[in-house]
Structures are given as structure tokens and as C-alpha cells.
């Protein structure tokens, strides 16, 4: 594949005369930020935002969310980032401290992903959490994050496909200063991500019928899609040195397959086979024990409030003390 220039202008032929420097950065604090690791940082605070909103839409609570959080989140980040050093080796052998130099670049979703996933199995069987409620939740804010943190591989000029003459294509500079018109695929797979985002908000989620459901949907959508794009980019992570029909086996082309084709076999062994009923999931037996627990709070307040037992007399209320002037019940006149 062509080195690309980090410091030349992206552009869309589409667009007209429009261009983008990738290398623009802005000043906060005395220290200077770069704008895609700026999108990337915006992309997961909305993406935590949105999950703590909704949670309890899977019967999870905020403050149980963010527990998991607390955990989940630095763990994905060293998952992401071995999981890119394991298949890119080739560039830390000779130096493997560079390995921890996660600043320079260098971390994989899919490595995230699976590392939240095995955080979520033990964190969730710790807490007697059911664990596929605690997945949907994190389900559409993953989708969120990788809709925007695509755009953030656009302005570092990574994640971009082969040379193609699509109308919608995007223009870059190799260090030879050559200009070459490639697919968009950070652009295709933040569409692909969005549209899967919906999906699941507008019609997964609101028919939802087993914990986990929204899971299995993600990596279905997510697994085609990203199974097509990953065949168009031209930075790919490799199996190692291994091969099919004769060609070098992408890792995460090949990942995308199998978690589409899990995720399929799933989803139609849960809708179809199973038959689960809608009392199973977990915010149902939430509501279930707040109303059984309203219930009793009822009852509770019903029995206190009871009259007093039969042939018991009321206690006789205090009378006024009589007055000066007797039966009358008239003053004096006279103020003390």
C-alpha cells in the first residue's frame, strides 16, 4: 500500500474544492490536541451518555453501569491494544517497549471488544447481574462511539481503501507527493454503524424478547458490514503468515465472518427454538419485584391505619376549664 503524507490535505472530488489538513490541532490548557483524537474522545462520552440514559431500559441502574464502567473501559483499551500488537509484531520485535507506546497509535476495536465482553461475563456473574442485559445496554453506545470514532481514522488518514473511481471517492497524497482517489471505507463503515444504531433503537430493542438480543443483533450487522469494508481497506491486520486459497487471511475480515454467522445461528435459536417469554428479561422482574414491593408498602399502610377494636370507647376529649362566672360560661370583662 502507498505511504501517505500525514501532513497533505484530504479531499472529495464529490465536494468540490474542498480540502482537510488531518494534522490541525487546537490549544486547551497549554497543551495541544490533535482533532481526531478529539472526535474519538467526544464519540465515547456520548456513547457513556447515552448508555447511563437508557439503562434502565434493560433493568440496569445508572450507578451499576457505571461500576462496570469503572472496570470495563481501561481493560477494552489494553485489549485493544494487544490485540493490534499481537497481528503488527513484525513492528515491535526488534523494539517491544514501543509496544506500550499506545500514544503513537495502534489500538483494534475488535481487541476492545473482546475484552469488554470477558470483563462483562465475570464482573456481571460477581454481581449475579444477568449479563446479556448489561451487553444490550452497551450494545447501541458501541455503535455510537465507532460511528464517531471513524471519523477521527479519516483525519489521521488511516483506515482508507483501495484506489477506486467512485464518485464519492476520497483524494490523497503518498509521500511521493502522487494523488490518489481511494474508497472512503472509515466513511462506509460509520454509514454502516449508524444505520445498525437505529436498527436497534427504533425496532431490536422496543421487541426485545431475551437478555442479550441487542448483543447478538450488533454483532450480526456489525460482522457483515464490517466483513465487506474490511475487504476494501488496504491497512489491514494478517493471521499471521497463514493463507487461504492462496491469499493472506485478513484477521478481523475473518473474525467479522464467524461473529456474523454465531450471532445469526443465535438470534434464530432464541426467536425461533427457545420461545422465550418476555418475564425473563431482566427489567421485567425488576418491575415485578417494585410492584410486589409497592404491594406490600399498601397492605402495609392499610393494616396500620385500621380503627380500633370493637367495644372499645373512644377516649374522651378534654373540656375547657370553667370559667369565673360559672354556668354561664361568660367572662368578666376582665384581661390579666
Not at 440514559?53 to 445508572?62: E, N
Not at 513492528?91 to 469488554?116: C, M, Q, S, T
Not at 458501541?142 to 483525519?155: A, E, K, T, V
Not at 454467522?261 to 420461545?275: D, Q, S
Request: overall charge negative; proline content about 5%; glycine content about 10%.
Amino acid at each position: 500500500m502507498p505511504t501517505m503524507m500525514r501532513d497533505a490535505t484530504i479531499s472529495f472530488p464529490l465536494l468540490g474544492d474542498w480540502s482537510i489538513d488531518p494534522s490541525a490541532s487546537f490549544t486547551l490548557f497549554g497543551h495541544t490536541f490533535y482533532w481526531y483524537g478529539a472526535i474519538i474522545a467526544v464519540g465515547f462520552i456520548l456513547a457513556m451518555l447515552y448508555c447511563a440514559r437508557h439503562c434502565r431500559r434493560c433493568g440496569i441502574k445508572p450507578d451499576t453501569l457505571y461500576d462496570f464502567l469503572i472496570w470495563m473501559i481501561p481493560l477494552a483499551i489494553i485489549g485493544a491494544r494487544l490485540y493490534y500488537v499481537i497481528f503488527q509484531w513484525s513492528d515491535y520485535r526488534g523494539h517491544p517497549l514501543n509496544a506500550f507506546k499506545i500514544w503513537e497509535g495502534g489500538l483494534a476495536i475488535y481487541g476492545g471488544v473482546i475484552a469488554g465482553i470477558l470483563t462483562g461475563i465475570i464482573w456481571c456473574r460477581k454481581r449475579k447481574i444477568p449479563f446479556g442485559a448489561m451487553a444490550d445496554v452497551c450494545a447501541p453506545g458501541l455503535l455510537i462511539g465507532q460511528c464517531i470514532g471513524r471519523w477521527g481514522n479519516f483525519l489521521n488518514r488511516e483506515a482508507f481503501g483501495s484506489e477506486t473511481t467512485l464518485p464519492w471517492r476520497m483524494q490523497l497524497t503518498t509521500t511521493a507527493g502522487e494523488l490518489v482517489e481511494v474508497h472512503p471505507t472509515f466513511l462506509y463503515e460509520s454509514l454502516w454503524n449508524l444505520a445498525g444504531l437505529l436498527l436497534i433503537i427504533f425496532v431490536v430493542s422496543k421487541a426485545r424478547r431475551f437478555d442479550g438480543e441487542n448483543t447478538w443483533f450488533y454483532f450480526l450487522w456489525y460482522g457483515l458490514g464490517r466483513f465487506w469494508i474490511e475487504g476494501l481497506r488496504t491497512d489491514s491486520l494478517y493471521l499471521f503468515n497463514w493463507t487461504f486459497l492462496g491469499q493472506p487471511i485478513r484477521v478481523s475480515q475473518a473474525l467479522s465472518l464467524l461473529l456474523a454467522v454465531t450471532a445469526a445461528v443465535m438470534l434464530f435459536y432464541n426467536i425461533k427454538i427457545k420461545k422465550h417469554s418476555r418475564d425473563e428479561l431482566l427489567v421485567n422482574q425488576v418491575a415485578a419485584e417494585a410492584a410486589e414491593g409497592t404491594a406490600e408498602a399498601d397492605i402495609s399502610t392499610a393494616e396500620a391505619g385500621e380503627s380500633a377494636p370493637a367495644g372499645q370507647e373512644e377516649p374522651e376529649l378534654p373540656q375547657p376549664p370553667e370559667t369565673q362566672n360559672g354556668e354561664g360560661g361568660e367572662t368578666d370583662g376582665n384581661t390579666h
